[in-house]
């Protein structure tokens, strides 16, 4: 922004205004100052939320002077950065993460002493931004904290949904989604910037025009058009004072649409229009999975791309800028093929608002965009309907035609004119005609990567080995990783203090040094005093699910904890089956409760509000719950948890109290798992499948402290290829059929057996995901955790060396690999 001729010379204008004094006195004065002159209340009179909010604006006013230098700077250097393109960003709770990453966290504590107030009361205050839906948003928050913490040139760009993933509640059992209504209350983390609006412009046609020399040039005629108004969002590193920025788009009607008031005379009718332009960013879509083809979908795609791309070429560039030079300039990251309409987008404006030729553009193009592949189910691969693109962006289908055409040129002159393969690697795809949004990622993309491993393998022999074969060293691998801040550091802060107090500090940035701890594992004493922190951990979790959902956790039971999206692939299932196998044991009378190892087990999930099967399923779980829990055969000896709405708050907590991890996807299914990470981080051993990430998390910790079992992807490959028949396996297992039988009884639904027979039909006649076919060698395997668990010494011993050898899973180490393989963006030191 400019700035007055008078106010340049004033000396505060030179620099941002430094921050306030880092002591308790500064905090409490500049806290007083936000809650007088922010809130517009005295203490005396203030409500919690205008003591968290003016808590908020404190922080941000710590932050405030790095944040306009680093902004400046990026600006200045014109390095090479990362602008990281994500429909989603699953960020959590900001407070804490921000007092840590400012080394405000004691300061802020001693300061709300000083003035009389609970700063616990003020966290419960901040309802989280769940601007997404499970580990890709999750992974995009983890990103960034890494991005900023290693001090890499780089910007998030994302939308800023009004209404987050749905909060989830429980109607007898049922699940009931209802409006996440996140902004209420304020925001205290945002800068909206009205003055640097993008116009994102819709429908209309394209005209082709044909100069004096021929030269044949197309315009589009857009038809509407949305403001695209940007919010910034600080991303602070962790105590390296860094401040980089999340950058979330809101859809706001523009003026034209108020015209309509004047020209139609019909008020409502505008009005009508104007809510129409403002639902882009309304809502984000609860799908995790199965992505519905819906417009405004669509419309959300390429509102943020395209003000993003806009706000890239208009803002970060210097006004000199050659274009050619791009490549070395900036790297658009995808994440997932959500926002892959930046692609054409990218070419539109190279070609036919900055005049460059097609060639020129697309070999820029081909270097500035990089694709990241997070699924391997088909029906996760996004296409969008050629007609219903067409119509909403025809420039746009125009340029992914013309890329398609070019590059099926190029396939057939390496491979001849193989019609099966053309067909098979084009852009497009018929019946109905659709783009394939990966494929168009993969042909544009310098690199695509998977996520884990076996997903990268699996990606190029599998999904997409003809495009493998086309561009050799275009797939790679970059395994995930999460944030040690927010999950070790601030969700387990016992742990951390106790691998500070036998490592040093220094492992929150550095996350290998967690190997140093493999000694200790030797150590009896540090056993105990890892073993108290669990325990401790289990009571921090046993407070939070009493308030919050009136359980009672045991805290002398192991913990087993299953926590995810619910999906057929990720096998909630399986672990029921578990469960209600132990329950039938007992109330059979084939096993004597009290033979039996108390555990609890806890469910976390959401289902996608379409998704009828895996809402089923959650009906089931509860009602399971609800049996077990209160048969008194049982003697508490097996309790069913399952929280409603999980999300990252519940996260913080679940995670550092578990024992057990539950990863029991079928083998090639999970791309990687993240959460799996967070579990083996914070001391839980996994009971796993060979898949996504588990596998790098065995090959680390070692089998002998890793539950396996189940098929390998390949021997699921062949059970397919043979014939799945379920029923099958049904017969063979005694164990298996009575605990389908006791819930085809009716058991869990008052002896109606209609509840759950559609959950059981499939399972017997369908079972696409082989629940039955790996159930013998899963019970078998918590046989095995439960003699495990009663050696408390070893189990502690082994939980130490979960932690020590999963140092590897640090988002830093991610990012390192993002760097070095895909990127080429050095720090800015
Ligand atoms: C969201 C919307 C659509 Cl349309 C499709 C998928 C999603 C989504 O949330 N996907 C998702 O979370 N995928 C997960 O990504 C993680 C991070 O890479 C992986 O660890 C995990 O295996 C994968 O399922």
Known sequence: QESTPAAASHPLALAPVAAPPASVDGFV????????????????????????????????????????????????????????LSAEYLLGRQLDNN?????????????????????????????????????????????IDSLATMSVPSIGYGIRYEYGIFRQTFVDGQQVEQPDAWLTLGSPWEFPHPEAAQKIFFGGHTEKTTDEQGVETTTWVPGWHVLAVPYNYMVPGYHNGRVNTLRLWRAVASNAFDLRIFNSGDYEEAVRAQTFAENISKVLYPEDSTPQGKELRLQQQYFFVAASIADFLDHQLSADFDLENLPERVIFQLNDTHPVIAVPEF?????????????????????????????????????????????????????????????????RERFGDDELRIRNMSIISENPRSVRM???????????????????????EKVLPDFDEFYPGKFTNVTNGVTPRRFVRLANPGLAGLITEALGAGWTVDLERLRGLEAFAEDPEFRVKFAEVKRANKRILSDVLRERDGFVLNEDHLLDVMVKRLHEYKRQMLKLLHIVTEYEGIVSGRVEASSVQPRTFIFGAKAAPGYAMAKRIIHLINAVGSVVNDDPRVEGRLKVLFPPNYNVTLAERVIPAADLSEQISLAGKEASGTGNMKFALNGALTIGTDDGANVEIRELVGDDNFFLFGMTEPEVEALWAKGYKPAEFYQADSGLRRAIDLIASGAFSDGDRSVFEPVV????????????????????????????????????????????????????????????RIWHTPPIL
């Open 347 to 411: 070419m539109r404006v190279l070609v036919d608002e900055r005049g460059m030729e097609w060639d020129a553009a697309w070999a820029i193009t081909q270097k500035c965009f990089a694709y990241t592949c997070h699924t391997l189910l088909p029906e996760a691969l996004e296409v969008w309907p050629v007609d219903l693109l067409g119509r909403l962006l025809p420039r746009h289908l125009e340029i992914i035609y013309r890329i398609n055409e070019e590059f099926l040129l190029e396939v």
């Open 29 to 84: 004065r500049e806290f007083l100052r936000n809650l007088n002159f922010e809130r517009g209340v005295a203490l005396s009179s203030s409500a919690p939320n205008d003591r968290y909010m003016a808590l908020a604006y404190t922080v941000r006013d710590y932050l405030m002077a790095r944040w306009l230098e680093d902004q400046a700077r990026q600006r200045e250097l014109q390095a090479k950065g990362v602008c990281y």
């Open 99 to 143: 007092l840590l990453a400012a080394r405000l966290t004691e300061v802020a504590t001693e300061a709300m002493v000083a003035c009389g107030i609970d700063i616990d009361e003020l966290r419960q205050q901040e309802v989280e931004p769940g601007l997404g839906n499970g580990g890709l948003g999750r992974l995009a928050a983890c990103f």
């Open 761 to 820: 039909s499939n399972l017997l006649y369908d079972d696409r995901f082989m629940v039955l076919a790996d159930y013998s060698s899963y019970i078998a395997e918590q046989a095995k955790v439960d003699a495990a668990y009663g050696d408390q010494d070893a189990w502690t011993r082994a939980s130490i060396l979960n932690v020590a050898r999963t140092g590897f899973f640090s988002s830093d180490r991610s990012i390192r690999d993002y760097i070095d």
């Open 438 to 460: 990966a494929y168009l990622a993969t042909v544009a993309g310098a690199k695509v990567n998977g996520v884990a491993e076996l997903h990268s393998q699996l990606l190029r």
